[in-house]
């Protein structure tokens, strides 16, 4: 990686025009130049939508295996990684140990820039190796730069296990992207400040790791229409939002909703195929077992027997 310091002929380092008389504005002159740079960044997503659409297909692919999706990254990319993994588990119920974000630096560089440590790869294998990684995983390794030591370390070695790899820059062409079974590589743009990746390039990849992470939960049977029934209910705001879903979907009064979900023990899923089928906790349960986790091919099974 002798190459990689070469930094000034990245994309994401390089002076964006339009903004170089930011210094002189007032706010809401500030304020409408980060504005319009930001319209730019939904469009470049728009344009690797067919790259997107590979990893989300490895990661449910892993997730059908009993596998995980793990992101790794150092700095801001680190911190999108840990974000969208620790926001999986009361979103949609799955255990912490399905997505998992790792850092650079560990949790301490969450909250305390610890940078030093993303010019290692010896500490992103290391980092990849300590969670026991299975070829029934799926990695992707975030890197604005697309050039970062940490993430290329974390490839690699996934790459000798078996695991699905993805690359997730901002540049083309990336570094990483040769240690990837595949590329996500959205080009946003030189930065409103030059360099300063927190920006564009991280909205840009933030999106795409939602993006991931939600298509994945959907074809894994956690989202029916637009509703979000496995919700995890860990306090009375959750449990209020679980029962307008399984009034939404059932039409029932608030009480029978709220009774229904008691006795199911808190599982929204489990309360709405009681109610869709006029059936006991039990049966419910099964027939979601027997659909894997899929609320309409339950109800569908329910009327077939």
């Given at each position: 990686?002798?190459?990689?310091?070469?930094?000034?002929?990245?994309?994401?380092?390089?002076?964006?025009?339009?903004?170089?008389?930011?210094?002189?504005?007032?706010?809401?002159?500030?304020?409408?130049?980060?504005?319009?740079?930001?319209f730019?960044?939904?469009?470049a997503?728009?344009?690797?939508?067919?790259?997107?659409?590979?990893?989300?297909?490895?990661?449910?692919?892993?997730?059908?295996?009993?596998?995980?999706?793990?992101?790794?990254?150092?700095?801001?990319?680190?911190?999108?990684?840990?974000?969208?993994?620790?926001?999986?588990?009361?979103t949609?119920s799955?255990?912490?140990?399905?997505?998992?974000?790792?850092?650079?630096?560990?949790?301490?560089?969450?909250?305390?820039?610890?940078?030093?440590?993303?010019?290692?790869?010896?500490?992103?294998?290391?980092?990849?190796?300590?969670?026991?990684?299975?070829?029934?995983?799926t990695?992707?390794?975030?890197?604005?730069?697309?050039?970062t030591?940490?993430?290329?370390?974390?490839?690699?070695?996934?790459?000798?296990i078996?695991?699905?790899?993805?690359?997730?820059?901002?540049?083309?062409?990336?570094?990483?992207?040769?240690?990837?079974?595949?590329?996500?590589?959205?080009?946003?743009?030189?930065?409103?400040?030059?360099?300063?990746?927190?920006?564009?390039a991280a909205?840009?990849?933030?999106?795409?790791?939602?993006?991931?992470?939600?298509?994945?939960?959907?074809?894994?049977?956690?989202?029916?229409?637009?509703?979000?029934?496995?919700v995890?209910?860990?306090?009375e705001?959750?449990?209020?939002?679980?029962?307008?879903?399984?009034?939404?979907?059932?039409?029932?009064?608030?009480?029978?909703a709220?009774?229904t979900?008691?006795?199911?023990?808190?599982?929204?899923?489990?309360?709405?195929?009681?109610?869709?089928?006029?059936?006991?906790?039990?049966?419910?349960?099964?027939?979601?077992?027997?659909?894997?986790?899929?609320i309409?091919?339950?109800i569908?099974?329910?009327h077939?027997?």
């Amino acid at each position: 990686m002798t190459d990689r310091l070469n930094i000034h002929k990245l994309t994401t380092e390089t002076r964006n025009p339009q903004t170089a008389s930011i210094h002189q504005a007032d706010t809401m002159e500030i304020l409408q130049f980060i504005n319009q740079e930001d319209f730019k960044v939904a469009e470049a997503v728009q344009q690797v939508l067919p790259d997107i659409q590979t990893a989300v297909e490895f990661a449910h692919e892993s997730l059908q295996r009993n596998g995980r999706l793990i992101y790794a990254g150092a700095g801001t990319s680190g911190r999108l990684g840990v974000l969208d993994a620790v926001e999986c588990p009361p979103t949609y119920s799955v255990s912490p140990e399905t997505v998992i974000g790792l850092m650079a630096g560990g949790a301490d560089a969450f909250l305390r820039a610890s940078e030093g440590i993303e010019d290692s790869e010896e500490a992103g294998a290391d980092d990849i190796k300590s969670i026991g990684l299975t070829e029934n995983d799926t990695v992707i390794a975030i890197a604005a730069s697309g050039r970062t030591p940490y993430a290329a370390g974390v490839l690699k070695y996934a790459k000798t296990i078996g695991a699905k790899t993805v690359a997730l820059t901002c540049n083309k062409h990336s570094l990483i992207g040769r240690y990837a079974d595949h590329s996500i590589e959205v080009i946003v743009g030189p930065e409103v400040i030059t360099g300063s990746t927190r920006m564009k390039a991280a909205t840009a990849h933030k999106m795409i790791l939602n993006m991931i992470s939600t298509a994945v939960m959907i074809k894994s049977g956690k989202v029916y229409e637009n509703l979000m029934v496995d919700v995890h209910v860990s306090n009375e705001k959750l449990k209020e939002r679980a029962i307008g879903i399984i009034q939404t979907i059932t039409g029932a009064p608030y009480d029978t909703a709220k009774e229904t979900l008691e006795a199911a023990d808190l599982h929204v899923k489990t309360a709405i195929v009681m109610l869709k089928t006029n059936s006991d906790e039990n049966h419910a349960a099964a027939l979601l077992k027997e659909a894997g986790g899929f609320i309409d091919k339950a109800i569908e099974h329910h009327h077939s027997m």
